[in-house]
């Protein structure tokens, strides 16, 4: 089952951040072992990511925001390579972090500037985008999630479901070809967690989306599950949860 | 509740521009560390605290505000008064409390735009001559900006917790937890940061090319 992919129904964005759809990246790791201070969190991961919608489950602390951080080189093998489109984020981090975005769990330490445009044009200007082209992109980006009303508006001050959609139009509006999410649903209610699943259905570029919220990945395309340092079951999502209920509860 | 350091209106001091209250506060500043005569600095202090009543803050954000100050001077007051003896504790403390007063006093009633942009225009020459980026200043004033509310926020939970635990206020039991958390964020907002490609390519000459640095 693939996730639909195509244009949100009733979000009629012409400027639709990355509309034309590109491939996405091929992320490949290659004998991964990754640890703090000495203690080994992953270890000898071999996996190649390349779907359009990738669902990463597993237990508190088995690894899985690490495993999101080494996609787009935050964090960094200490064995092993990661590649994206064979560029090592070891040696070319910056570039792979201009194709491979990242939304964070918490909205409020992903947000830097005091006003949502400003916020925006934060990742424009790092992309060294000419600045007369920038409040253009950002008020497309802002409409397409229905969010354009809050271009002037104070960012920390706005809710928790208008803060995650800021974060996530902060990170769609450099056009990344494709976004990893950590956790994004986790601090919000019910209709925001629909907000944020609809965005993230809709959106052009592919994701991996690590979650505690099963339901979440059912249309994904693959779900992997983290545990005992290794991705322990990689298949389709109802097998992958059923591997994950079975075996970790 | 809003925690954010500016709090709209329409007071004289809302209507001065950002150049003028920065350069008060800069004067003010100096003219503070210069003085050392308790009765006078004491006098700084009220006219400051008077200025805070004129920006018309609801009492509940000035208290939200103040109150985590409170606790930190009361811990310089008392580690001074240790360490060197009394009327120094007192000349530091209202030295510092004029000093805070007048910048909550600033930050009340200058939008957090208005801020941005005049420490942008202020910091403009330095960037002609190439000592000083913009870009990365601004970033840097509005990291302050965000975080300095944050640590307001975080000090209410943390002592709104420790009182739910029957916790008697106790200020290192307050500030090490308000460190650890303040620390932890800073990390994170860096990750962001990161994460969104900064730095910009050293000119920001039109093409997407982006020079290599290895992390
Ligand atoms: N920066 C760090 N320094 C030290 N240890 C860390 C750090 N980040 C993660 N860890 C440790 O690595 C292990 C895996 O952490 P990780 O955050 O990847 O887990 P997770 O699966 O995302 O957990 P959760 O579901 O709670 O978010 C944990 O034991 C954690 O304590
Ligand atoms: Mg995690």
């Known amino acids: ?85 064979g560029r090592d984020t070891r040696t070319e981090g910056r570039r792979v972090r201009s194709e491979v975005g990242f939304v964070f769990q918490n909205p409020d330490n992903q947000i830097v500037f005091p006003i949502v445009a400003e ?42 479901g208008e803060k995650q959609l800021v ?9 990344p070809r494709t976004v990893v999410f950590d956790e994004p649903t986790t601090l919000l209610d019910l209709r925001n967690r629909n907000r944020i699943r609809d965005a993230v259905d809709a959106m052009a570029p592919a994701a991996v989306v690590v979650t505690h919220d099963l339901e979440l990945v059912s249309g994904y395309d693959r779900v992997l599950v983290v545990h005992d340092g290794g991705i322990a079951f990689d298949g389709a999502p109802g097998e992958a949860v059923a591997w994950y209920r079975e075996h970790c509860s | ?87 120094a504790a007192v000349v530091m403390l209202l030295r510092l409390a004029a000093l805070i007063l007048l ?41 302050v900006l965000r975080f300095v509310p944050e640590v307001f926020r975080r000090f209410q939970e943390i002592r709104e917790a420790q009182a739910a635990r029957g916790l008697k206020a106790n200020p290192v039991a307050l500030l090490v937890p308000l460190i650890v958390r303040t620390l932890k964020a800073a990390d994170d907002v860096a990750d962001a940061i990161d994460a969104r490609c900064y730095p910009p390519p050293r000119r920001p000459s039109g093409g997407a090319r982006t020079e290599e640095n290895p992390t």
Do not use: C, W
């Open chain 1, 1 to 85: 089952m693939t996730a639909p992919a195509g244009p949100a129904p009733g979000s009629a964005a012409e400027e639709r951040p990355g509309a034309a759809e590109p491939p996405a990246p091929v992320i490949e790791l290659q004998g991964v072992g990754v640890g703090y201070d000495g203690r080994t969190v992953l270890s000898g991961l071999d996996l190649r990511l390349a779907e359009r919608r990738i669902g990463v489950i597993g237990q508190n602390g088995s690894g899985k925001s690490t495993l999101a951080r080494l996609l787009n080189g935050l964090v960094v093998p200490d064995e092993g390579r990661v590649l994206v489109d």
């Open chain 1, 119 to 160: 916020d925006m044009a934060f990742g424009l200007k790092n992309l060294g985008l000419p600045k007369k082209e920038i409040p253009g992109r950002v008020a497309g980006a802002l409409e397409s999630f229905g969010i354009g009303h809050l271009a002037e508006r104070h960012s920390h001050l706005l809710s928790g």
């Open chain 1, 167 to 175: 974060a996530l139009a902060s990170v769609m509006v450099m056009r």
């Open chain 2, 1 to 87: 509740m809003n925690t954010s350091l500016y709090v709209p209106g329409n007071t004289p001091l809302h209507r001065l521009p950002a150049g003028a209250k920065f350069g008060v506060l800069f004067a003010a500043g100096i003219g503070l560390f210069l003085l050392a005569h308790p009765g006078v600095l004491g006098a700084a202090a009220a006219v400051a605290a008077v200025l805070v009543l004129s920006a018309r803050a609801p009492l509940a954000a000035l208290r939200a505000r103040l109150l985590p100050v409170g606790v930190m001077l009361a811990v310089l007051f008392a580690a001074t008064a240790l360490l060197q003896d009394v009327p």
């Open chain 2, 103 to 143: 910048a909550l006093a600033v930050t009340l009633t200058t939008r957090p735009a208005d801020l941005l942009e005049f420490f942008e225009r202020l910091t403009a020459p330095l960037a002609r001559v190439g000592v000083a980026d913009p870009e990365r200043i601004s970033l840097g004033v509005s990291l």
